[in-house]
């Protein structure tokens, strides 16, 4: 497969409306703008806009609290995602080591893969969700950069993890389970501020498996790409009667820039019947070779 990176973006894309981020350990943070690699799907950085600095016409002080990324945690100790063709079923185990230098089983993930078409799973274990702040000042200092960020892509949410395992078959059915250790400190560690290490351990699998479980790193495998929606540059003059859509919240999701992908992760071209002057077709796009004489 040429770029197996767009093939397991796009098949996440698909289920959560979400982009996973194929280098975990490279940070994608909230409020990063840039643009989507066509070629490779991965997210192309082109600056952070807590690190703009405002026109003349607005001053916004963004180093207030106030308007910083909200962090919390999730609510459960694993998120998982998966596309079409995908059981999973976990067991979290206990998370913390009961006895010095004890090796625990943290969690245990079994998959099963239908087969027939590529597959993909993502799981992360102790998520963690940050989000932008629904604050006016955040619009108003990108309203003011148009120079820099109209047209781009603003990352308004990111999942972050302590530990995650990405893969993606290659169109074969099949089972196997991965298992998180985790390696606790002896006490006095803990209380000194020692953190338990996790490792990953996965049967034999046929397909891409990546892994990351560094307990000094912080992963961040999923993001949110949203676009303002097209009126969000015009002048408030010229917008007649609608209503303000301006809010983060209303903005639209970003759709992937490539045709749909085949088996093979190539771009499958849809036929535009119109655009080649052919009216003898079905309303799905395909020619109708039944047409009445």
């Not at 034999?204 to 676009?227: F, I």
Request: hydrophobic share 35%.
């Amino acid at each position: 497969m040429k770029y197996e990176s767009r093939k397991f973006i796009d098949l996440i894309q698909g289920v959560t409306s979400k982009w996973a981020n194929w280098d975990p350990p490279r940070p994608i943070n909230v409020g990063d703008y840039g643009m989507i690699d066509n070629e490779t799907g991965e997210f192309d950085w082109e600056g952070n806009f807590y690190n703009l600095k405002t026109t003349n016409k607005i001053y916004i002080d963004m180093t207030d609290p106030a308007l910083g990324p909200i962090e919390q945690e999730g609510g459960d100790d694993i998120f998982i995602v998966k596309s079409w063709g995908v059981t999973t079923k976990a067991v979290n185990a206990s998370t913390e080591a009961a006895m010095p230098c004890a090796v625990n089983v943290a969690l245990k993930v079994d998959f099963q893969f239908d087969g027939g078409k590529p597959a993909a799973a993502l799981v992360m274990y102790k998520p963690r969700y940050i989000s932008l702040p629904k604050d006016e000042r955040i619009i108003r200092l990108l309203k003011s950069r148009p120079d820099i960020l109209k047209g781009k892509y603003v990352v308004t949410e990111v999942i972050s993890c302590a530990a995650y395992v990405m893969y993606m078959s290659d169109q074969k059915a099949e089972r196997f389970s991965v298992t998180l250790k985790a390696t606790g400190p002896i006490a006095p560690a803990v209380n000194a501020g020692g953190a338990a290490g996790f490792t990953w351990s996965a049967e034999t699998v046929c397909g891409l498996y990546r892994e990351g479980s560094v307990s000094t790193a912080k992963y961040m495998p999923l993001y949110r790409l949203k676009n303002p929606r097209s009126k969000f540059w015009w002048p408030f003059g010229q917008r007649g009667d609608e209503p303000n859509d301006d809010a983060i919240d209303k903005w639209e999701d970003v759709d992937p820039p490539w045709d749909p992908l085949d088996d093979n992760g190539e771009e499958d071209e849809i036929y535009d019947a119109e655009m080649h002057g052919d009216f003898g077709v079905f309303n799905d796009g395909y020619p109708d070779d039944d047409d009445d004489l």
